[in-house]
């Protein structure tokens, strides 16, 4: 008996041993793997991008796919030093087939500015990618000249974007990508909403800005601020789209990317597809500033419903991103 009870008490004291070596053993484990994630982090953010002259992170090689690039339509008014940032930018994106500059100032670009703008260009153009820049001069100066049908326009997508604002390019990139998957949609990184107002006693619709969206988690149009879309939506802008929308465009020097937003959900009976993105503001303040703002665009949006006879927008709450640049997905 008392040498059984010896052996069951070895027994308990080695399973005791064994216990607390399994929890240290558990523990360190665990330590090791928080200092190998902490790593893995810090290095992560060592080579995430860093500014906006980075254009290489999370980016894929569209020239091995023939055809697969997409061309810029860059709107600009007189901000000659964001213009050559802007292209400066831009044309070292790898999928870039060309920079189509929409031009409605009286005066046409100095010779000393497309010289600029040219070198510039070229210097980028490496190898086999070459990038076409083409100034598209308008006679008028009118926010439709963004959305003019473009002739030779080689690549299928577009990508509308204003002279103030920049995107990495490894972000232009994976919107592209994006747009790809579902190239009749709108795919955009910056999103708007619009709801239903029933406080009147009828259907009445306002338009939401960027607090809207991130209060309410949808959103129902992204901004041709900085956006992709199928070069066939030009022409239907300019010939198909009922010419009061443009002519109220024209007048009220506001909303043409809404009436774009309409035309394409209109098209797709779908929403379009908001891309996440950083985004760089490399210029002053626009119209959003001002007052008003949203006023005229609720106004906006209640004037194309009755143009097109029906709200065709449609509300949603996905959004893409890039888990190879997030952490946790």
């Not at 330590?31 to 894929?60: D, E, M």
């Not at 697969?68 to 964001?82: G, P, Q, S, V």
């Not at 626009?286 to 509300?315: D, K, Q, W, Y």
Request: with cysteine.
């Amino acid at each position: 008996m008392r040498g059984s009870w010896i052996n069951r008490r070895g027994v308990q004291r080695f399973r005791q041993i064994m216990k607390t070596t399994a929890g240290s053993a558990k523990i360190k484990l665990l330590l090791l793997c928080c200092i190998v994630f902490t790593l893995l982090a810090l290095a992560g953010r060592a080579s995430k991008f860093n500014g906006w002259t980075n254009n290489s992170v999370f980016s894929s090689d569209p020239l091995a796919v023939p055809g697969k690039r997409y061309a810029i339509l860059m709107n600009t008014w007189k901000r000659y030093d964001l213009l050559k940032k802007s292209v400066s930018h831009y044309s070292s994106c790898p999928g870039l087939d060309s920079i189509h500059i929409v031009w409605s100032e009286p005066n046409p670009p100095s010779e000393s500015l497309i010289q600029f703008l040219s070198d510039v260009v070229q210097l980028n153009s490496r190898g086999a990618r070459k990038v076409d820049l083409v100034f598209d001069i308008n006679k008028e100066d009118s926010l439709n000249n963004r959305f003019k049908e473009i002739k030779d326009l080689k690549a299928d997508a577009v990508f509308s974007i204003d002279d103030d604002v920049i995107f990495p390019c490894s972000s232009v990139e994976f919107a592209f990508n994006v747009w790809r998957s579902a190239p009749d949609a709108m795919v955009g990184f910056v999103p708007r909403a619009h709801w239903v107002d029933h406080s009147g006693g009828k259907v009445y619709y306002r338009y939401g800005g960027w607090w809207s969206v991130w209060w309410t988690g949808t959103y129902s149009m992204v901004l041709s601020k900085a956006a992709f879309f199928h070069k066939k939506y030009l022409s239907m802008y300019t010939n198909k789209m009922p010419a009061s929308i443009r002519d109220y465009v024209a007048k009220s020097r506001n909303c043409e990317d809404i009436a774009m937003s309409f035309l394409v959900a209109n098209v797709t009976a779908a929403p379009p597809i908001w891309v996440k993105g950083k985004i760089f503001e490399i210029g002053s303040t626009g119209i959003s500033s001002l007052g008003g703002h949203s006023e005229r665009r609720t106004t906006c949006v209640n004037r194309f419903v009755a143009e097109f006879g029906r709200m065709p927008l449609v509300s949603t709450s996905v959004k893409a991103v890039d888990s190879r640049s997030a952490w946790f997905w």
